[in-house]
């Protein structure tokens, strides 16, 4: 990955933020990076990109939840109606990183797929929004195995949980968006 993040730098703070919201969907989260622009290099916004992620309130977390899809379903923002070629570009992009990342779930059987689904519908229940998990690397199965586990967590556990792979997921995608360039 090339170290130049000079694109990223030089945006308007607007566009920067539309560009940050494809790798957490948290506005809080978004501004606070781009607040901390200049970026020496793409660790330091990497580094940045996880502290805030784990500076989130749970009400921003919520929002970066928000625009998770259930594993084994189709990203959220792709059936949202964009308002803009840029904004539908976003949107393309972050259905792309969710389907790549959830690949594992892609080619799964049908019967795991049946119970993610059911297991996806007792978190939700149990817990008030989507289960998150980093699916990248892993097999449907692993997924599943870690949703049964995480049933049984507090309700503040779970929490703490759903922040260290809300932190990674930024920090993958956060790599993907800066390779783009």
Request: include cysteine.
């Given at each position: 990955?090339?170290?130049?993040?000079?694109?990223?730098?030089?945006?308007?703070?607007?566009?920067?933020?539309?560009?940050?919201?494809?790798?957490?969907?948290?506005?809080?989260?978004?501004?606070?990076?781009?607040?901390?622009?200049?970026?020496?290099?793409?660790?330091?916004?990497?580094?940045?990109?996880?502290?805030?992620?784990?500076?989130?309130?749970?009400?921003?977390?919520?929002?970066?939840?928000?625009?998770?899809?259930?594993?084994?379903?189709?990203?959220?923002?792709?059936?949202?109606?964009?308002?803009?070629?840029?904004?539908?570009?976003?949107?393309?992009?972050?259905?792309?990183?969710?389907?790549?990342?959830?690949?594992?779930?892609?080619?799964?059987?049908?019967?795991?797929?049946r119970e993610l689904a059911a297991g996806n519908f007792a978190y939700e229940e149990r817990f008030g929004?989507?289960?998150?998990?980093?699916?990248?690397?892993?097999?449907?199965?692993?997924?599943?195995?870690?949703?049964?586990?995480?049933?049984?967590?507090?309700?503040?556990?779970?929490?703490?949980?759903?922040?260290?792979?809300?932190?990674?997921?930024?920090?993958?995608?956060?790599?993907?968006?800066?390779?783009?360039?």
């Open positions: 990955m090339s170290g130049e993040i000079g694109w990223l730098n030089s945006l308007p703070l607007d566009h920067a933020e539309a560009e940050l919201l494809t790798c957490c969907a948290s506005r809080t989260w978004a501004r606070k990076v781009v607040a901390r622009r200049p970026y020496e290099n793409s660790e330091s916004l990497i580094a940045a990109a996880v502290t805030g992620v784990c500076e989130l309130s749970w009400p921003d977390v919520e929002e970066a939840l928000s625009a998770h899809p259930r594993i084994g379903e189709r990203s959220k923002v792709a059936a949202a109606v964009a308002v803009s070629f840029a904004s539908a570009e976003k949107a393309r992009r972050e259905a792309h990183w969710s389907r790549s990342e959830q690949s594992g779930a892609a080619t799964a059987d049908p019967a795991v797929l929004h989507v289960f998150l998990i980093r699916a990248t690397g892993r097999s449907a199965e692993e997924m599943l195995t870690e949703l049964r586990k995480r049933l049984d967590n507090a309700v503040e556990d779970e929490r703490v949980v759903i922040a260290a792979e809300l932190a990674e997921i930024t920090r993958l995608r956060v790599r993907k968006l800066l390779e783009q360039r």
